[in-house]
T-cell receptor
Framework: GNSVTQMEGPVTLSEEAFLTINCTYTATGYPSLFWYVQYPGEGLQLLLKATKADDKGSNKGFEATYRKETTSFHLEKGSVQVSDSAVYFCALSLFQGGSEKLVFGKGTKLTVNP | NAGVTQTPKFQVLKTGQSMTLQCAQDMNHEYMSWYRQDPGMGLRLIHYSVGAGITDQGEVPNGYNVSRSTTEDFPLRLLSAAPSQTSVYFC?????????????FGPGTRLTVL
């Protein structure tokens, strides 16, 4: 089936540390891949996306590259800030039943300490 | 624009009670959907709609009903609440049903069923 596996959290880092959150997927066909972020008390927001192999999505200093050979879409940031503390969700889109649907990973909670 | 609004923010129900979670968007989006978020489970799709008068089931539809009489509104009805429906519910919308269109999420409704 179609699924997304994220590294389990929580992840705790100090400010300015390097961040990697691993995400791998299983899918039939060629899905689009997404990272969503959920700040405390809020709904999810799209962080970045990639639609085909070798595409790199980037936003707010975060990056992720669509790696078809390893079925991965790892999220990275070179220097995290306290304001990056949130829950991060990896997701893929699939076409099913006449429309596209999002399949989410379980989420990884990131805490950045000053 | 208010974006996607959800009411109420919090609700406590007793087993067997019914209620409706409201969702509205003012962006003239075609596509609307309901998710539930449970600890360690990510988001799971309950129901979705690709336009007024059209609804379909997602991954976990049992115990929930939806209707889409207008483009703006997409209420979620719990017919007979059960403790297993304790969760945080998110409504989302996008311009079209293609998931490359950014999904906009509401702030969520936290529901507890006793």
């Amino acid at each position: 089936g179609n699924s997304v596996t994220q590294m389990e959290g929580p992840v705790t880092l100090s400010e300015e540390a390097f961040l990697t959150i691993n995400c791998t997927y299983t899918a039939t066909g060629y899905p689009s891949l997404f990272w969503y972020v959920q700040y405390p008390g809020e709904g999810l927001q799209l962080l970045l996306k990639a639609t085909k192999a070798d595409d790199k999505g980037s936003n707010k200093g975060f990056e992720a590259t669509y790696r078809k050979e390893t079925t991965s879409f790892h999220l990275e940031k070179g220097s995290v800030q306290v304001s990056d503390s949130a829950v991060y969700f990896c997701a893929l889109s699939l076409f099913q039943g006449g429309s596209e649907k999002l399949v989410f990973g379980k989420g990884t909670k990131l805490t950045v300490n000053p | 624009n208010a974006g996607v609004t959800q009411t109420p923010k919090f609700q406590v129900l007793k087993t067997g009670q019914s209620m409706t979670l409201q969702c509205a968007q003012d962006m003239n989006h075609e596509y609307m959907s309901w998710y539930r978020q449970d600890p360690g489970m990510g988001l799971r799709l309950i129901h979705y709609s690709v336009g007024a008068g059209i609804t379909d089931q997602g991954e976990v539809p049992n115990g929930y009903n939806v209707s889409r009489s207008t483009t703006e509104d997409f209420p979620l009805r719990l017919l007979s609440a059960a403790p297993s429906q304790t969760s945080v519910y998110f409504c989302a919308s996008s311009r079209t049903s293609g998931l490359l269109d950014t999904q906009y999420f509401g702030p969520g409704t936290r529901l507890t069923v006793l």
